[in-house]
Every structure is written in C-alpha cells, then in structure tokens.
C-alpha cells in the first residue's frame, strides 16, 4: 500500500488491525485507538481519498491502496486549512481525537467548502471529542471553509477575541 | 471584560502544533525496544470465590514470558488508597471477586495479540454469591459484600459533623422546625444521581521499565498524577521516591479517571523489575468501561422549606452514596466536596447526609466536578420544583435568597467561607444577553401552539483551588503515599543563558492548555515573548513535588506559585539590568525582551544581555551569585469559590419523548481571566459532559453485577449532532484568595449544566403535570414521565 | 480490542470464494459489523472470506424493471444514488442514517442486511421496498424474498456456503414512494434505531392501493407489519387513516425491551414511526 505517499509493504498477521500496522510498523503514532467498537473515530485515516476508521479494517485489506494519515497531510510544510482551523479556533483541547477529527473535517471540506453548521456537526458525527463539546470544532472547521474558498474567517466568538 | 495585565492575552495555544500534525506523544505512542505486553484476566461475574485458577495452557501459549496471579504479588499488599475507609483493592484477585472486570490473573507476553490470547485460556472457577447492586439493599446491609467489615456502610458525612474538631452546629433543628410553621411550603423529590463512565477518548496506558544497575524505575503513565505514583510505586517496593521516575506525557483527557493511581501501574512496574525489560499495558474501551473508576451513583431525597413569597427556611439532603467495591484514591471522600457546597449561593440552614456505601461494582471515584454535580443538581432541582410550586420565576427566586455582594466572605454553615461573589450580577448578565423576557414569550407563544418548550436555569457555586494546609488534616493530601502533605502549589522559573525560559511546573495538562498559560504568567511578569517561554511539567524527576491537575486548582494554585516565582526572578534580574544601565533596580520595567529605565526609554538592554550577564560573575553586581531562576511554593489560605448560572431552552417531542436543545447560555465567574479562549474552551467542554449526563450517559450494571454499558455503542456520550452552539458570557469577581484573582473553570461547566437541561425538560412538561423525571432524560423517560402524568 | 487468529482468504472470483466457504467461515465485505464482533472476541471464524476484491460486485444498474445493488455497494452510495433515490428512497434514507460518515465509506448494504442486526435501519427499507435477496454459494443462486431473509438477531436465511452477492428492488411504478424515518439512541436521527418503520406505497386515484410497511429495532428481527399495511390500503392515506392503521403496527412483533425502551414504549414508537413514514411515503409517492 501507499502510506502518504511511501510504497510499504510487510508480512503481517491476518488479524492485524490497520492502525496497529499505521501505528506498530509505520511508526506513524499521530493515527490514535479511542474504542474498539469503531465509534470514537480517533483512528480516522483516508483510504483512497475517503475517511476510513483504521481500527474496523485489517491490514491486509488496505493491500494496494492509498492511505493518507494525519502527519501526510501538511503538504511542504504547510498546514492543512483545517490544521490551522484548529489552532487558530482553539479545535483541541487533549489533542487526542484531533487527528481523527481533522482528517474527517477535511474529507468533508473536500466535498463541500462551505457547509452549514448542521453538515459540519453531520459530517464529524463519527469522531466523538470529550473535551471541547465540538463548539470550537465547528468554528474550526468553518475557519477552514474560510480559508478554503479565499474568504476571511469569522471572527473569533470568545470576549476579548482579536 | 476584565483581564489581568498580559494577561487575558488572546493567545493561541503552544501545545497545538504537535498536536495538530499527529506529533504529540502520549503513552501508547513510546514502543521500548523489545517492550513485552500486558493483558488481564479480568472477571466476569460481581461476586464470587475463586475456587480454582489454572494458568498453565497460557504459560505454554505463544509468545507468553510470563503469567503473574495474587501469589506472586501477595507480598506487595493491595494499591495504597489516600482515604483509605473501605476495603483497599488487591492488586489481583486475592481468592475472591467483587465486580465485573476484577483483575485476576496478568499475562505478560511479546505482542498485545499474543497476551490477549493467553489471558482467554486462563481458566478460572467460580463460585458465585448474590451481587449487592442496589443502594439502598446496600445500606440495609441485609448482604454483605466484604465479611470483615463492619457494615456496607462505609462512611456517613453530615453537614456540621464531617470534621467534628470544627464543632460546627447542627442545623437539622433549624431546618425541621421550619417545616413545621404554618406558612412553610415544603417540596421534596427523590432523584437519582446516576453513575457515569468518564471516558477521557485517550485510553489508559503506562510503559513501565526497571533498570536493575541503578536500581530506578521508569515509568510513563497515563495520568494526571505523576507524583503520586511515584510516591505509591515507591511505598509498595520500599524504594525512594526519586529512584521512581514517573512522566506523564501528552495525557489525552483526564476528567478525574487519571487522577487515581492503578493497580495495573502498580503491576506493570512490578512486571518490569521482574522480567527485565520494558513492559506496556493499554485498557481497551471495554476495560475503561468497567476498570477504570466511576462517577457519582448517587440516590437520595432533597427537601426545601420556604414561604410563598420565596424566600428559603431550609434545605435537607439524604442521600446514599455508591463507592463501588474497592476503596481507591479518594473515593469516600468525594461527597466530602459536595457537602462544602451544599448551601450553593444560598444563605440558609443545611441538613446534609450522605452515605457511603459499599456494592459489587467498579470503585467511583472523582469524575468531573467530584461530589459537587451531586450536591449543586439536588439542590438546584429543588429550588426549581420551588419556584414551580409557589408559582414564581425560577431566577427571581433564586436571586431572592443568594448571599449579597457585601456579605463576602460569606461563612456558610459547613465552617468554609465563600470567597467573593457577584451572584446577582451574574444572573442579571444571563437575563440580559439570552433575551430572557424574549425566550419566555417565545416559549409561551410556542405553547400556545401545542409545542413543548420549555425554558430551565441553574446556578451553581463550586469549590476548587485545593490547596489550603487546612485539607490535608481531613485527608485530603498525598501522605498515604508516603508523600509531603500538604496540597501546595509550585513552580520554579528559570531564565536560560540564552534567555530562553524553563518553567517547570507540578501540574500538568490533560488538555488545558497549562504551557499557554503559563508561559503567559511568565512571560508578562518578565516581558519575554511567550515563544521564548517552555513550560515542562509531568516528570517527577524535573521537579521534586507535583500534586497534580484536578479540582480546577491548577492555575489558583500552581499558577500562583509560578507567578510569585516569576516575581523573584524579575526582582533579581532587575538588580542585573540596573547593573548594566547603571540605573536604580526600582526604576527598571520589563517590556519587549528587555528592560528599560522608566522615564528614559533610550537607556535599555535586551534580555539576552541581561541572561548572559546573569551567568558570568565578572557581569553581576558585586556579590550576587550568577544564576537566574526561582522556585516558589504557594499554599492559600481558602479555596476559590466560582459561581455562575446557566440557561437553556429546549423542545419535546411529546410523541416519542425525544429532548431537542434548542439554545444554551451561560454565565460563568472564576474571578480573573488568564487566557479567555481557553476559559471558553473548558466552559464548553463542562457544560457538555453535563449534557451528556442529563440527556445521555447512564453506566447501568443489572441486578447481577453486569456492566450492560461496557463500549460506547451502549453508553453514549455526546457527539456533534446532539448539541447546539453554546453562547457564553462572564462575570469577574476576583478573589482575594491568591493575587492573581483567579478562580478556576476546568468543572464550573460541568457542575453548571446538568440540572439546568432537567430544570428546562421539567418546565417544557409541567404543562402536563410533570414533576421530575431521573436521568439520563432519554426519550423512553420521556415518554414515560409524560404518561404517567397523564395518567 | 485484538481479534483471535483467522485465516484470511481474499478470492478475486465468486467461484474461488465459494470455494473457500465452510462451516468455520465467515463473508466479509466491509466488515464495519464483523470486525468490531471480532475485536472483542465475541465472535471468532476460522476462516474470513473478503469478498472486497471481487470485480463486478460494487455496482448500482438496472435490469429487466429492477434495481439490482451489488455486494460491495457502500451504504453511501447506497445514501446517494440517484437510482435509489428514485426507486427505493426508503432504503437511500435508511443506509444515509446508517452509521457515521466513515462506516458508510466502508460498510455495505448487502452485509448490513446479511448481518441482520435488529436495530440497524437498511433492513427495514429493503423490507418495505420488497427487496429480493440474491443468495449465490457453488451449487447455484437462491432468490429471497426481504420477508423470509430476516430470521432472528444477527441472523439471516443465509445458509454459510451462501453470500449474498446483490438485492434486487422492483423499479417504482406510477404512483409509488417510500420513506424511512426513525428514532436514534441518543434522540434525532443519529445512531442505531430505538424503532424506525419504512413504508412503501402505491397511491392509485387518491387511495392507498398498496402498501408496505417494515419495522427495525423494535423486535428480535426487521419485520413487516402486515397489518399496518392491510389497514392502510384502501383508506385515503389522509393523516387520521395512517395514524389509526399504524395503531396496529406491533400486532405481528414479538416486542423486546432493552436499555433503550421498554416493551410499551416500542410498541407505542412502532405506531408513530409507521405513521411518520407512511405519512412520508405517501408523499413521496406525488
């Protein structure tokens, strides 16, 4: 399979979850493990250009596709506009869900730059957060959505903001 | 709003950008060369004998170095408790089993596959007795769970008897005679506090080495506690403390589930010295479910008595407590906190009583807010059932009876003083910008239409900023560990030869931001660019006492500490700059990475000149050691007392009983403000995971000990679409308590909510004659509470 | 959290895979059921056979007046296909309320009907819009109809040589439409079903002249509630004629209870969630 834009390969167990070989094997550790009932969403990769939980896939079944994970995002350097969504919009508190969630807002931004509320908190439905109550999420993503079709962000929403 | 100088800087975080990129490292990331892994053997029924326990098919399984049981760590003792009332847990099953999820047996083996496997094929018999599920069986004592004590009751805490050397008055008379007068309107309610699951999204995890030539351990946990843990590995293996390196890395959520020291941390180091190499352990959800501690589990009945003009003659709360079956870190003493708090803004006799007591389920311990949820949604639910029955608006009633801005400090029953409070003020805010007037003409025009909308408001003081020497006598310290007691705050500052800075802290983050916002304390005191700033905490090795991060104290008590630390550092560097400007200390003022004269902004020096002069003695003033850094310790005299109310609107179905929310609004106080969009940030948080607990969470063992809410597809926190956006608004009430005014936030959401969201599903109903219904509020509830009524 | 050892067999022809199917096996397509069942050990094939590399199978066509989705459609092709949109909308909502935006990326709806869970929403709409399973395993393809395909939970009339390689749905006629609607664990629309009713309809000169109507999360399996639907049709589909067949929903339901609601208050939910997506339905149906 092709991992951000590497070609790797390696004899794994069957039963080898994808995260464990993205994690264990790849050393590529920003991929996270909340649950194991695929329904934290921490492992959320993009498996030929789609979000994926890479805790409810083997390894083997990612054999010939493309996987981009959290640190294969930033293109040279640059942060992803939802990168910088989450920064400048305080996105993360433990920063734990944060990779999941970013990749998840981006497969979303990549459908639809400008989406309502109602589809940004849809389309990061399957990426459970405990410390920011998705409040900051959202004005992260749209933040992104901004950035994504040339426009300035709305302001920050906290007092004091600048 | 108001702000302290640099502070209240609209700083972006320093944590985030490892974070955002996935280069943060938390403990399941570190893989030690040729580290083995652990896996338990944990028990499936609540309560019963072992009567036989076969380990040898896993011993010869692949791949498995090792299988410990109770005999081989027996010698250890059970896990060290703080307030050790109750039965201390084994560190593995010694013979017996009291909950679903017991550690029996650990596996150690050369993959978490492999160790998994082998823990299955350990074979155990039990012999299985009745579960004590019930509370209030439990109480009975009918069934006993632990033979050798006394009673299931472990503990009862009253209001005016939880430290008799207070001699404090009982004020049971006061509030029963109030009953009996002949104006007295009482209302009463029996509700339940249901038990939670914290679920930080980071599961536990440690990695534990011993290096048998230096005779040190290792070990990185998951924690918020890293030098309790040192201080209880240390006093189960007679070792010193400092040959107990414990580093808590990125900790990826805490909320009171880490700020418990484990028997599996225990173990894991015990596993380590051992064998000889490097071994790690990480729950899986189903064992953070079932293994990791629990949150409050409370029943009980509160009382109001008032007239019906509004004004509060007294209030009762009965209420049993669940500890679960194994006393751990805090456990009986969590209502303790609730009990300081019982009064919440209101001047007026208290009768509190809570149980404690013992069942067949996963020890409870400190979860968010810690026995103040409890304490402030029994009260508030009440006072709103009040202000329904006497026909009077919930906020008027309740700004009828708060404490006024010019009693402060204001000593409430329980011996304890309220710092500083504004509670008027903060209602006033919430009634101006959630358009109070406008949301009741809306709910009562949506009414009017046959729609169920109902309006709730909550308030809430908390207490937090545990530090006062005061605690440690009623146990709350970490001197069971065989730590100092006293739960001081401290920080050392130190300017680096290159002025950078190091701040090396005791507390440390689980998600709030502490490098921000003490590189901003530091970086305001000394006028050093928060990017020079590093802020390093969570290795006891770098810093010889840490108490930790919970009870929103960090910030009122470490921030403090850093803070006066800052102070030192900045008095002596001025000597330096006044050195070098030949100018007088006293006229030297710290801006921009540098210093100046006041008055003569032209004679100035940078902080890499006045660094590199701080290291070489041929720069200094004559006499004055090189070196520039300072260490401080912090003990308040109080704790901080936040304050604020909240407001919802929500609609019912009335068909399916389904709870929408449809605006949430709150007003917090916690005095000073350090950085206002982290503040935001942990309000939303708080009020979410109250949220969560009225309308969602509910952890639900049956009557034979069963956990039926082990993974989230069953115990359902809140996701995206289940919330609205929240609009916050602040109060700012300094306290006197520490000079930087501050309070603390990390719960005040949290404490806030909960009652706030029933109070709004209560009125959307009353229409219909609903009273009170338990949560979680979900729609089956609902639905029920509406048929009954109706009925 | 770490499955138990399988052997793992990924056939790129149907005829390889029937190969590899026996009593220990297991078909896996996108495993979003399977693999967490497996993760926590409650359930441990021998042998998983992942048919998601078998060509031809990932498709959405007409054929001969019917829609035919194929094994390895994903519910969010599924969700937004305008062919399903158009023919069988109640089975597009169920599979767009199916899961999270990642398990509709992966999950099928051909293994979200095989794996038959009683809460999951496609089963309904698949039911409501008289899906025909297409069972296929060595010794030749087997036609079943939705109403025979769900057996209990977790179970289906699959027999373990068998997979299911498509589901074939007539093409709406003149007059039809279909709907799903539901109540989640949480509320809204959001996670498995506390109780969710599909309905399909055939609307002939203002009366309901046909109808179907399937219930999900309610009992021990997706089942149609036929007298509902008998009720129904003839009546002229107005809100008081829904709601008053609807009151029969659970006639033919074994009701169970569990952490979500009690055995009343399904029975009350199948009622208005049959109402609700009749209601829909008939809308629908122009």
């Known amino acids: 399979m092709t991992v951000n834009g590497q070609e790797v390969s390696a004899d794994v167990e069957a039963r080898t979850l994808l995260v464990h070989y993205i994690r264990e094997n790849l050393h590529l550790t920003g991929t996270h493990v909340g649950c194991e009932t695929g329904y934290c969403g921490a492992c959320t990769v993009h498996v030929d250009g789609a979000p994926v939980k890479s805790c409810t896939m083997l390894a083997v079944q990612a054999e010939g596709l493309e996987l981009t994970t959290i640190e294969g995002l930033a293109q040279n350097g640059e942060l992803h506009p939802v990168q910088e969504g989450f920064w400048e919009r305080h996105g993360l508190q433990c920063g734990f869900c944060t990779p999941g969630m970013i990749m998840s807002a981006a497969a979303l931004l990549a459908d639809n730059d400008n989406p309502s509320e109602a589809e940004i908190r849809h389309g990061i439905e399957g990426n459970l957060c405990r410390c920011t109550g998705y409040h900051n999420i959202v004005r992260a993503v749209e933040y992104a959505g901004a950035k994504v079709r040339g426009e300035e962000p709305p302001a920050p929403d906290w007092e004091g903001a600048s | ?791 | 959290m770490y499955p138990r050892e399988f052997d793992y067999v990924a056939p790129t022809s149907l005829e390889d895979a029937f190969a590899a199917l026996g009593d220990d096996s297991k078909v896996m397509s996108g495993g979003m059921s399977l693999i967490p069942l497996m993760k926590m050990r409650l359930f441990s094939p021998g042998t998983v056979v992942d048919i998601g590399r078998i060509a031809g199978l990932d498709t959405i066509s007409e054929d001969n007046g019917n829609l035919v989705i194929g094994a390895l459609v994903r519910h969010g092709e599924t969700a937004t296909n305008p062919l399903v949109a158009a023919n069988a909308q109640a089975l597009a909502t169920a599979a767009a309320l199916t899961g999270d935006v990642q398990v509709r990326n992966r999950g099928t709806t051909c293994g979200a009907l095989a794996h038959a869970d009683v809460a999951a929403d496609q089963p309904g709409g698949a039911l409501a819009v008289g899906a025909t399973m297409v069972a296929q395993s060595a010794s030749g393809t087997r036609e079943i109809a939705a109403g025979d395909f769900f057996v209990d939970a977790l179970t289906s009339a699959l027999e373990p040589n068998e997979i299911l390689t498509s589901i074939r749905i007539p093409k709406a006629g003149p007059g039809e439409g279909s709907a799903y609607d539901k109540l989640g664990r949480r509320g809204g629309l959001s996670d498995y079903a506390v109780a969710g009713a599909a309905a399909w309809v055939r609307m002939d000169g203002g009366s309901v002249a046909d109808a179907r109507v399937a219930l999900t999360g309610v009992g021990t399996k997706a089942s149609l509630a036929d007298a509902t639907a008998q009720a129904v049709i003839g009546t002229d589909g107005s809100e008081s004629a829904v709601r008053a067949a609807a009151a029969k929903a659970a006639e033919d339901v074994t009701v169970i209870e569990d952490l979500y609601g009690s055995v009343e208050y399904k029975t009350h939910l199948a009622s208005v969630y049959a109402t609700r997506a009749l209601l829909k339905a008939i809308a629908n149906a122009g």
């Open chain 2, 1 to 791: 709003m108001a702000t302290t100088s640099v502070m209240g800087g609209d700083v972006r975080r320093r944590e985030d950008p490892a974070l955002i990129r996935g280069k943060g490292t938390y403990v399941d990331d570190i893989q030690p060369t040729a580290v083995l892994h652990i896996a338990f053997t944990r028990s499936p029924v609540a309560r019963a004998k072992i009567t036989s326990l076969d380990t040898s098919a896993a011993k010869a399984m692949p791949g498995v170095v090792a299988v410990f049981t109770h005999d081989d760590v027996a010698h250890l003792g059970p896990l060290l408790a703080q307030v050790p009332i109750g039965k201390l847990r084994p560190l593995l099953a010694a013979g017996e089993v009291n909950h679903v999820g017991e550690a029996i047996a650990m596996v150690v083996a050369e993959n978490r596959y492999q160790a998994q496997d082998a823990a299955d094929a350990i074979d155990v018999d039990y012999d299985t007795m009745p579960a004590v599920i019930d509370l209030k069986e439990a109480k009975s004592d009918a069934v006993k769970v632990h033979n050798e004590l006394d009673s299931n009751v472990l503990h009862t805490w009253t209001y005016h008897g939880y430290w008799a050397a207070l001699g404090l008055e009982d004020q049971t008379p006061q509030v029963d005679a109030a009953m009996e007068r002949d104006d007295a309107v009482v209302v009463s309610l029996e509700m339940i506090n249901q038990r939670l699951i914290p679920v930080a999204i980071e599961p536990r995890s440690v990695v534990a080495d011993y290096n048998e030539g230096y005779g040190r351990f290792t070990v990185h946990s998951s924690t918020q506690v890293p030098h309790a843990l040192s201080g209880v590995i240390s006093k189960t293996f007679g070792m010193q403390a400092s040959d107990v390196r414990v580093i808590a890395p990125e900790v990826g959520g805490g909320f009171g589930a880490k700020l418990n020291v484990y028997n599996d941390e225990v173990l894991a180091a015990f596993a380590a010295k051992k064998l000889g190499r490097a071994v790690k352990w990480t729950e899986t959800r189903r064992e953070a479910a079932g293994s990791t501690i629990h949150g409050r589990g409370w029943i009980g009945t509160a009382t109001i008595v008032g007239t019906k003009e509004g004004e509060f003659l007294g209030y009762k709360l009965e209420a049993i407590a669940d500890m679960g079956a194994y006393t751990q870190n805090f456990t009986v003493a969590i209502p303790l906190l609730g009990l300081w708090i019982a009064s919440g803004q209101y001047k007026m006799p208290v009768s509190w009583t809570v149980d404690c007591v013992v069942t067949n389920t996963m020890t409870t311990d400190a979860y968010r807010g810690a026995g103040r949820p409890e304490a402030i949604y029994y009260l508030e639910r009440i006072i709103d059932a009040f202000a329904h029955e006497i026909g009077m608006d919930p906020l008027e009633v309740r700004k009828k009876n708060f404490w006024q801005p010019d009693e402060f400090p204001a000593v409430m029953g329980c011996g304890f003083a309220l710092d500083s409070g504004n509670y008027a003020g903060a209602v006033d805010r919430l009634i101006e910008v959630s358009g109070y007037q406008d949301l009741l003409k809306m709910r009562d025009d949506a009414r009017a239409e046959g729609r169920h909308v109902g309006i709730g408001v909550g308030s809430y003081v908390e207490v937090c900023g545990f530090g006062p020497a005061v605690l440690a006598e009623i146990g709350f310290s970490w001197a069971s560990y065989g730590l100092p007691a006293s739960f001081n705050g401290s920080g050392l500052v130190r300017v680096n030869p290159d002025a950078t800075v190091n701040v090396i802290i005791g507390t440390g983050p689980t998600g709030q931001g502490h490098e921000t916002t003490w590189a901003q304390i530091v970086g305001d005191g000394l006028g050093i660019p928060i990017e020079r700033i590093r802020v390093r905490h969570g290795d006891t090795q770098e810093h010889p006492m840490g108490i930790g991060t919970f009870g929103s104290r960090s910030l009122a008590v470490d921030g403090t500490a850093t803070y006066q630390a800052t102070a030192r550092v900045r008095e002596k560097a001025a000597l330096i700059a006044a050195h070098i400007l030949e100018a007088s200390a006293d006229d030297i003022v710290f801006e921009d990475n540098g210093a100046y004269v006041a008055g003569s902004p032209e004679k100035s020096v940078d902080w890499a000149a006045i660094a590199k002069a701080a290291y070489q003695a041929h720069t200094l003033p004559e006499g004055m050691e090189s070196g520039l850094e300072a260490y401080s310790a912090f003990s308040p005299g109080n704790a901080t007392w936040p304050f604020g109310t909240h407001l919802a609107v929500v609609e019912v179905d009335e068909e399916t009983g389904d709870v929408k929310i449809l605006k949430y609004v709150a007003v917090d106080d916690c005095g000073n403000v350090v950085n206002p969009m982290i503040v935001d940030g942990q309000v939303h948080g708080g009020i979410t995971q109250g949220i969560g607990q009225a309308l969602f969470e509910d952890a639900v063992y049956d009557s034979d000990g069963n956990l039926l809410t082990g993974s989230l597809l069953d115990y359902l926190i809140p996701t995206a679409e289940d919330l609205p956006s929240f609009e916050l608004s602040h109060t700012v009430t300094p306290t006197d308590v520490n000079p930087m005014g501050v309070k603390g936030i990390g719960e005040a959401g949290t404490i806030g909510s909960a009652h706030t969201i029933v109070n709004a599903v209560v009125d959307a109903l009353s229409p219909l004659g609903v009273k009170h219904i338990d949560m979680p509020l979900r729609p089956k509830r609902v639905w029920a509470a509406i048929q009954e009524a109706r009925s």
